[in-house]
């Protein structure tokens, strides 16, 4: 069965998501993740023509072009330097697979995976911030927000790997038609 380039990076920005909530080998959520996010950066351009990718550029020239690559680079090639070590760091995989799934997003026009909603959900409750919700604080639902804000700042780390896994089944229910919330 062939497999476009989106559907490939689809695949592994998926796998990664499911690894990094399995609390699974760090290595290969950050190869699996980045090699997702080169993909969709190279189709970006060619798939959505709203010049989004040079604003985004600029967030990843802030943080540096070459910083960000280095793991990426690390985990993939040995011929200048197969002595080298490196540490494996979740920072490595979050921005990976957040910067992914914001490419996916918007070249999808919001057609995420199952996956890439349950990543969007834990991380607009841990960084709101940073992933730009701005939620109307006069929304009935807005109280079960901030709770749910509450619990996964001061959530551990495996409790918020628990929810992430939590969010993924019932986001996977939902896409077959299922309730969310109920396994029978």
């Not at 494996?88 to 890439?116: C, D, Q």
Request: glycine fraction near 6%; aromatic fraction near 12%; proline fraction near 4%.
């Amino acid at each position: 069965m062939e497999i476009s380039k989106l559907e490939a990076a689809k695949r592994q920005l998926d796998c990664a998501i499911r690894l990094y909530f399995h609390d699974d080998d760090m290595c290969s959520v950050i190869t699996l993740c980045r090699a997702a996010f080169r993909l969709l950066w190279d189709l970006y351009p060619k798939l959505a023509e709203d010049g989004f990718e040079k604003e985004f550029g600029k967030i990843i020239e802030f943080m540096g072009w070459e910083e960000y690559n280095a793991i990426t680079n690390f985990l993939k090639h040995a011929d200048k330097d197969h002595e080298d070590q490196m540490e494996p760091h979740e920072v490595h995989a979050v921005s990976g697979i957040g910067f992914s799934v914001i490419l996916y997003g918007r070249v999808t026009n919001g057609k995420l995976s199952a996956e890439m909603k349950a990543w969007e959900t834990i991380m607009t409750l841990w960084q709101p911030d940073v992933w730009d919700s701005h939620p109307d604080p006069d929304h009935p639902h807005y109280a079960d927000f901030r709770r749910g804000v509450e619990k996964i700042v001061n959530a551990s780390r495996e409790e918020r790997l628990t929810m992430g896994r939590g969010f993924l089944r019932g986001f996977k229910r939902i896409e077959q038609g299922l309730d969310p919330e109920h396994s029978w």
